[in-house]
């Protein structure tokens, strides 16, 4: 046989190897989820700043074991400016604690969400636990926020109308008291 022929086959034969056990690693990277996490609220929640919404969440143990150590964490996204959104005036309860959920049990979780700031967001919950390298993630929920339209910010309105009339009554009555003195 020809050098370069047995050179071939090698390579074919390496290749052959290598793409083995690319596909052996692959199959252990994907990891089967135990959990999942169903919103039963709407897909898409519109309000306008300062309303709250209440998200509704299921999460389901599909498993036949008992699963430990179950987190839940909301994640939400300004999706006009491409950035994760900071959940302190949001809710004030960004991570719930679950703990074990048997075998074939589904729990109901609810958030109550404070719409915050005019824009378009998205949703989605996150279930992670310590014997689970891959989080388990919600479907998408998207919120339409409207900006608040306030006649009075920042409440100037009595102030602005009511010192004009506190100043004027005052004059009012200076002046009255000024007339009682002179007659």
């Not at 008992?66 to 991570?95: H, N």
Request: proline share 5%; charged share 15%; net charge positive.
């Amino acid at each position: 046989m020809k050098p370069a022929r047995v050179l071939l086959r090698l390579s074919f034969f390496c290749g052959f190897i290598l793409m083995a056990a690319c596909w052996s690693l692959a199959a252990q990277a994907v990891v089967s989820s135990d959990l999942r996490l169903d919103i039963l609220s709407s897909q898409t929640l519109s309000g306008t700043a300062g309303d709250f919404v209440s998200v509704q969440v299921t999460i389901t143990n599909i498993s036949s074991q008992p699963i430990s150590d179950v987190t839940t964490y909301l994640s939400l996204v300004d999706t006009q400016d491409k950035l994760p959104v900071d959940l302190e005036d949001w809710s004030a309860e960004k991570g719930l604690f679950i703990g074990t959920i048997a075998a074939g049990q589904t729990l109901p979780l609810n958030w109550k969400i404070h719409f915050v700031k005019a824009g378009r967001y998205s949703l989605i919950i996150i279930a992670s636990r310590a014997d689970h390298p891959v989080p388990e993630v919600s479907s998408q929920t998207t919120f339409n926020v409207n900006q608040k339209r306030n006649l009075n910010p920042g409440k100037v309105l009595p102030v602005a109308l009511g010192m004009p009339l506190v100043v004027g009554f005052l004059l009012l009555l200076l002046n009255h008291r000024r007339q009682r003195e002179l007659d």
